[in-house]
């Protein structure tokens, strides 16, 4: 199943911390955007791990799940439909 993360984290260390958890599941297409590609259990078990990382008071994390996906521009290794 594919998902978006993206997250808004506001302390530089948690912030490397997320991203290189993400970096090791998916592909960046952003700098705060990530395509990961896991099952729905997986998914939801990065999403709580995240979510114990950030402080919650400042910082933001969203997972989206993707039904369909269109692209149009440079394939970077992502996942199109």
Not at 5 to 31: H, M, P, T, W
Not at 54 to 81: A, L, P, Q
């Amino acid at each position: 199943m594919k998902f978006i993360f993206c997250y808004d984290i506001s302390e530089q260390k948690r912030l490397n911390r997320v991203a290189k958890l993400l970096e090791k599941k998916g592909i960046r297409v952003q700098l705060s955007i990530f395509e990961v590609d896991l099952p729905m259990k997986e998914a939801e078990k990065l999403f709580d791990e995240i979510s114990s990382m950030i402080d919650s008071e400042t910082d933001r994390i969203f997972m989206y799940r993707c039904i369909d996906v269109y692209s149009i521009g440079i394939d970077k290794g992502s996942f199109y439909v």
